[in-house]
C-alpha cells in the first residue's frame, strides 16, 4: 500500500495550487494528487474564468458579518493575483493569459431590484477601504461590443477591476509546475471510499488501496459521496450540492469577417461585459479572449451531477447573449461547450479547514468563487495544516451548525425578489401592474410552507437553497435556531 504525509482528493484549481502551496512550506512532504486526468466535473475547466470580486455582489451584503467574511476572502485574493498570475509564467515558461477590467451593466431589461443592485455597487466601492480598487462610471455606448437595442438597451454601466484569465491555460501552468515538483505524486483515478483508520486515513479507488496521515477533500461536490461513508463526518458537516453551470465557447468567425472585409472594432469587446447579479445566479456575462469568447453561464443545483448540460440552458443563453449584449454573439461561431460543477453547501458558505475527524480537512463549498479566492485561501490552508495557524475565517470550518442568511424575515424578502428577478429574465410578464401584489404574495406564501415544514422561527434559507429544502434534502441537525 503507498503511503503519503498528505493526499489531495481533487485535482481542479484548489487541489493543484494547494499541493503547490504545501511545498512551499515544507518541501519534503510526500504528496499525493488524486483526480481523474481530464478533470471531468472541475468548475474550472468550464469557467471562462472571471476573477470576480466586486461583480458579484448582493445587495446589502455588508449587513451579513458570514457574507462579508466571504467577500474579503476575494479580496485578499484580488490583491494576490497579479502576482500569483506573473509568478505562475515564470515557473511554467507558460502564458497564461489575463485581462484586468469588468464592464457591469444595468439593463433596462432588468427589475428595479438590480437598479438598487448597481447602486449598492457604487455606494461600496465609495467606502474608504474599496477606494483603491479602479472604479469608473462608463456610457454604455463607447463598450465596444455592447449593442443591444430597446427593450434589452443598457441604461447605465460601471468598470470595476474584477479581471478574466484563460482557465485552460492556468491549469496548464500549474500542472506543469506540479509535474517539475519533487514529492508532488499524480494520480489519474477516483477516490472511491475513504476509511479511518487508527492513524491517519485509507482511500479506495477503483485500483489500488493508499494510505495517508491526512486527508484534503477537495473534489467539489463529489467529496459528499465518500462523506456519506463516514456517520459522525456526514453528521457534522454541511452537505454538498453540485451547481451546475454550462456555457457556450464561441470563435470570432474570421472566415465571415474576411469575406465581408469588416474592420469594424467596435463590435469586438475588449473586456469583460455582464450583467449584474439574477435570482442568485451569476449574470449573463461575455468574455472577450484572444481565440475565442465565453459566453455564460448556466446555473442550476444538483443533489446528483448530469453528463451532459441541458438544451434549455443553452438556448435561453445564446438567446439572451443577443439580446442584451448584441450581433457580436449572432454572427460568431459555435466552437464548443463546457460543463462543470461549483461546489455548494447546504448554506452556500465555504467549507475550509480541519472537519471534527482527525486527518480529515477539507478546501470545499467555494461556489462560484473557488478560482478567484485561490491563491488566498490555498496559502492558508497550508499554514493551517502544517503550522496550525492561518487568517482563514473560523466561521467557515467544515464542522458547524448550517449558517443563517441573514434572519427569517429578510431571507424571505430576499428570496421573493430573487424568484421575481430569475423569472423577469425569462421573460416573465404579468398583465398590469396592479397584479404586483397578488404575485409576490402567492411566492410568499409558498415559501412560508418551507419554513413552516421545519419549523423555522429565525433561520434565513438562502433562496437557491429553498428547493432542496423544500424536497427535505438537507441536514435537519445541523439547522439549528438561536
Sequence with gaps: MSSYDIAIIGNGILGSTLSLELTKINKNLKILLLGPKNKFGSASVASGAMINVFAEIENNFLDNKFLTKRFELGVKALKMWKNHHLN??????????IKWGTYIINSSRGTKYE????????KVLKKKEFLKFKQDLVNPDKINGLSAQAPHRPIRSIKVEDGIINSIQLLKSIDK????????????????????LKSGIEIETN????????????????????VDQIKELKNN????????????????????????????????????????????ACGLHLLPFKSHMYLGASSAIFTKPEKNPRVNSIAFMLNDGMNQI?????????????????????????????????????????????????????????????????????????????ISYFNKDIAIQKSVIAHYNKENTHNMMLPDSNNFEEYFNRIKNNINIVYKKYKIKNFGIHPELLGNYRLGIINKRLLKEK
Excluded at 509546475?177 to 479511518?196: E, F, H, M, Q, S
Excluded at 485500483?207 to 465518500?226: D, W
Design 88 to 97: 505562475l509564467e515564470k515557473q511554467s515558461k507558460e502564458k497564461i493569459e
Design 115 to 122: 437598479d438598487r443592485l448597481f447602486e449598492y455597487l457604487q
Design 177 to 196: 509546475i506540479i509535474n517539475n515538483t519533487k514529492n508532488i505524486y499524480l494520480l489519474d483515478g477516483v477516490a472511491k471510499r475513504i476509511n479511518k
Design 207 to 226: 485500483n489500488e488501496k493508499i494510505k495517508a496521515s491526512k486527508i484534503v477533500l477537495a473534489n467539489g461536490a463529489y467529496a459528499q459521496f465518500l
Design 237 to 280: 458537516t454541511p452537505r454538498l450540492f453540485f451547481g451546475a453551470g454550462s456555457a457556450v465557447i464561441l470563435d470570432y468567425n474570421k472566415t465571415r469577417n474576411n469575406f465581408i472585409k469588416s474592420q469594424n472594432k467596435e463590435n469586438i469587446p475588449e473586456l469583460a461585459i455582464r450583467t449584474m447579479d439574477r435570482g442568485h
Design 326 to 402: 448584441g450581433p457580436c454573439i449572432g454572427r460568431s461561431s459555435v466552437k464548443s461547450l463546457t460543463y462543470g460543477f461549483r461546489p455548494v453547501s447546504e448554506d452556500i458558505f465555504p467549507m475550509i479547514g480541519k472537519s471534527n475527524i482527525e486527518d480529515i480537512w477539507y478546501l470545499n463549498g467555494t461556489k462560484r468563487d473557488g478560482l478567484t479566492i485561490s491563491p488566498y485561501i490555498c496559502s492558508e490552508l497550508a499554514k493551517e495544516i502544517l503550522l496550525g495557524k492561518s487568517n482563514l475565517p473560523k466561521e467557515f470550518f467544515p464542522s458547524r451548525n448550517l
